[in-house]
């Protein structure tokens, strides 16, 4: 049996015309979202949720193309834009009675996060995005061989087919690779978890590619047009992410305050799954951000 968040309830939503998302939702007061990355599922965010859900209402999907929630096919390019992943959360809250939330995303999970605050500043109270860049950032500063360790953001944003093929053909070594290489701790996610991981990764091989050939063309024209704009985001921003930015010659506070105005920016001591490897420093900044108010 896949294992669940204990104590949360499992819905589906209907999100879209052709999608519908499984989310875990416990807790009650003031709500949050939570928003999974790669190659991962809602579980990543167990801990986390379960600690947050003494005083918040807590919703924890699945994005569309992972887990347990629809995949629907991309034919036009835009299914997975991160503006319509984006748009997918907003309706998710509403349809749980919820205008305005607090936003909280790690790796994919926050780059949808990040265009959900850009696209939809009133409805997203408070954003944090948990290791990673905005990915015009990310395709600015990867160069030379340091940008080896983005080795899959290429593969998968060739044209549809080839990368298809290739990680279908070795999907459990493919996505378990990022599982062992990119956690210090090897602890922190079970046997049990980490096999419900493969397993969903395995079955959503097409869209997961999707969701990274639209980060290599629609999203980047999404972020290039917001920067031109000057467009920002408009609430309390906090990011958390490993000492990463000195290894790979670019500085990652600088990069998202150009972004975020109202910026706290973090480095936390552990590998990229720093939702499972140190959940309690997640949550007390999370708490954190929550307390602060709008400068506008």
Aim: net charge negative.
């Amino acid at each position: 049996m896949t294992p669940r968040i204990t104590g949360f309830d499992y819905q589906r939503v209907p999100v879209a015309e052709d999608v519908a998302l499984t989310a875990a939702v416990g807790g009650s007061g003031s709500p949050v979202v939570l928003l999974h990355g790669f190659p991962q599922t809602h579980l990543m965010w167990r801990h986390v949720a379960a600690d947050l859900a003494a005083d918040h209402t807590v919703i924890v999907p699945d994005l569309r193309g992972y887990g347990d929630s629809d995949k629907p096919a991309d034919r036009d390019g835009q299914t997975y834009a991160k503006r319509r992943m984006a748009a997918d959360v907003v309706a998710l809250a509403r349809a749980f009675g919820h205008e305005r939330f607090a936003l909280a995303g790690h790796d994919r999970g926050a780059l949808v996060a990040l265009r959900a605050g850009l696209d939809h500043p009133a409805h997203v109270t408070h954003l944090a995005c948990l290791d990673v860049l905005p990915t015009l950032d990310t395709w600015q500063v990867m160069h030379g061989t340091s940008a080896a360790v983005g080795f899959h953001l290429y593969l998968m944003a060739q044209p549809p087919g080839l990368a298809e093929l290739m990680i279908a053909n070795s999907a459990d070594a493919f996505f378990g690779h990022f599982l062992d290489s990119w956690t210090r701790d090897p602890n922190a996610i079970p046997a049990e978890v980490r096999a419900a991981y493969l397993a969903a990764s395995a079955r959503a091989v097409t869209s997961i590619v999707a969701d990274y050939r639209a980060t290599a063309t629609v999203d980047l024209e999404h972020d290039t047009a917001d920067k031109e704009a000057g467009n920002r985001l408009r609430m309390p921003v906090t990011v958390l992410q490993q000492d990463w930015g000195a290894a790979l010659g670019f500085d990652a506070r600088a990069r998202w305050q150009a972004w975020a105005p109202d910026l706290d920016h973090r480095t936390v001591s552990c590998g990229h799954f720093m939702a499972e490897e140190a959940p309690a420093e997640v949550v007390g900044a999370l708490r954190e951000l929550f307390q602060r108010i709008a400068f506008e």
